[in-house]
């Protein structure tokens, strides 16, 4: 399984990003994936996952402001970031499941992830 970010870059507050995953090595289409984000000194944090059947979930520290989607047919995870806040400044990855339709497990403990992608925003 690889999984490859990309899209991360520096904005200043309030602009937007948006970060797509390329997962490859996979059989399945529909399966658990998700983001989670490390800042320095920091524990990894949960973003965002989505289910096999389309169903997302979200942390409250961004409800309403990025969005998660997949293209099953590519087996593409995109995260739209949108009204960026320095605290979201942070290395992203990408997270995947391929084992399980739906996300049993935090998105932190997903099995597989990317490199990640670097967010910064600026005040």
């Known amino acids: 399984v690889q999984l490859v970010e990309s899209g991360g870059g520096s904005v200043q507050a309030g602009g937007s990003l948006r970060l797509s995953c390329a997962a490859s090595g996979i059989t399945s289409s529909s399966f658990c994936m998700g983001w989670f984000r490390q800042a320095p000194g920091k524990e990894r944090e949960g973003v965002a996952t989505?289910?096999?059947?389309?169903?997302?979930s979200s942390a409250d520290s961004v409800k309403g402001r990025f969005t998660i989607s997949k293209d099953n047919a590519k087996n593409t995870l995109a995260l739209q970031m949108n009204d960026l806040k320095p605290e979201d400044t942070a290395m992203y990855y990408c997270?995947?499941?391929?084992?399980?339709?739906?996300?049993?497990?935090?998105?932190?403990?997903?099995?597989?992830w990317g490199r990640g992608t670097q967010v910064t925003v600026s005040a």
């Open positions: 997270a995947a499941d391929p084992t399980w339709r739906r996300c049993v497990r935090p998105v932190t403990r997903l099995p597989y």
């Open positions: 989505i289910n096999g059947d389309g169903t997302t």
